[in-house]
């Protein structure tokens, strides 16, 4: 049997579903619900997951962590009890998922994505890609404004980032979106000093490739944006500015990025490349979870359906193992 684990408003974990049904696989997807379907007997072990047990889950494929509390909740708390139940309510939460993800770990589940072996800290997965041969756009670590106009006046076009993922912000009446940011042009705005903070040279875009990466085969869109001079193409995206395209990988990237993956012990996971105007490849960043669904719609390659095959697929082979 399968186990998802996911949040309840994902759509691409409900595609997967869909076609898992219609291959007859069994499997069962826990969410929020954890908290109404897991049953946990400490003293003999016995865990129980929608009432099935859990050494009949085989195969795992680990989507996303499931929200701790629903926005609405989070909202009551912070009006009745501000934030520090709300940091209870998520230290508590992750306990309960570290315990059940250690017990599926102890019965030696096959995983399609690896919760243990996931980084997202982009320093990290840039050295690392480094070591394995591929390119990364020049990136430096600063925390004053002094040091950002010497890159700047040294002729430098600058980009910033996050460490690690973007966090949206919101407010009572707003909604702000993190994105990858120009520079050059804000150094007005900049503090004398602040928290230290990712910046990177500006590669110079002719298209940027989101490759997703499932058992051992590539999967790869090519996004060309109507306006280069946007740093972050997912604007374009939302603008609905930019085309999507079935795309190659050249073999010594492909191996370059295999080795990469297989470093990080990663069998599922979306890859992000930039491809300048000399068709030179830069490696941005790794997304162990995968996002594929508008690459998916788009260029009509039925990525849902593959990750359904791929779960029958290692499911299969658990059941062979055992007999």
Aim: charged share 25%; with cysteine; hydrophobic share 40%.
């Amino acid at each position: 049997m399968v186990l998802i684990i996911s949040k309840s408003d994902d759509t691409p974990t409900e595609q997967v579903a869909n076609w898992l049904n219609t291959y007859k696989v069994p499997f069962f997807v826990l969410n929020e619900n954890i908290y109404d379907v897991l049953e946990i007997n400490f003293n003999s072990g016995e865990i129980f997951i929608g009432g099935y047990s859990i050494d009949m889950f085989k195969v795992v494929w680990f989507r996303k962590f499931p929200y701790a509390l629903q926005e609405s909740q989070k909202k009551d708390i912070r009006n009745n009890l501000y934030f520090s139940l709300v940091e209870y309510n998520l230290i508590e939460a992750r306990a309960l998922r570290e315990y059940l993800f250690f017990e599926l770990k102890k019965r030696d589940v096959v995983w399609l994505t690896n919760p243990f072996f996931m980084t997202e800290n982009k320093l990290i997965q840039m050295q690392t890609a480094k070591a394995c041969g591929l390119s990364v756009p020049e990136t430096f670590i600063v925390n004053n404004k002094k040091k950002v106009k010497t890159l700047v006046n040294s002729g430098k076009e600058l980009i910033t980032k996050p460490f690690e993922n973007c966090v949206n912000f919101r407010s009572e009446n707003r909604f702000i979106t993190m994105q990858t940011t120009a520079v050059n042009d804000k150094l007005d705005a900049i503090p004398d000093y602040f928290r230290p903070a990712l910046i990177q040279s500006k590669i110079e875009r002719q298209f940027e490739i989101r490759v997703f990466y499932l058992l051992g085969v590539f999967f790869s869109t090519k996004i060309i944006t109507n306006d280069n001079t946007m740093v972050d193409h997912r604007i374009s995206v939302a603008n609905d500015d930019c085309r999507f395209e079935i795309y190659q990988l050249p073999k010594d990237v492909e191996e370059k990025l295999r080795h990469l993956l297989d470093t990080f012990q990663l069998n599922c996971a979306s890859v992000d490349l930039i491809v300048n105007t000399r068709n030179e490849h830069y490696f941005l960043e790794i997304n162990p979870v995968g996002q594929f669904t508008y690459h998916s719609v788009f260029n009509n390659t039925y990525l849902e359906i593959e990750i359904a095959l791929a779960l029958k697929k290692l499911l299969k082979e658990c059941s062979i193992k055992n007999t």
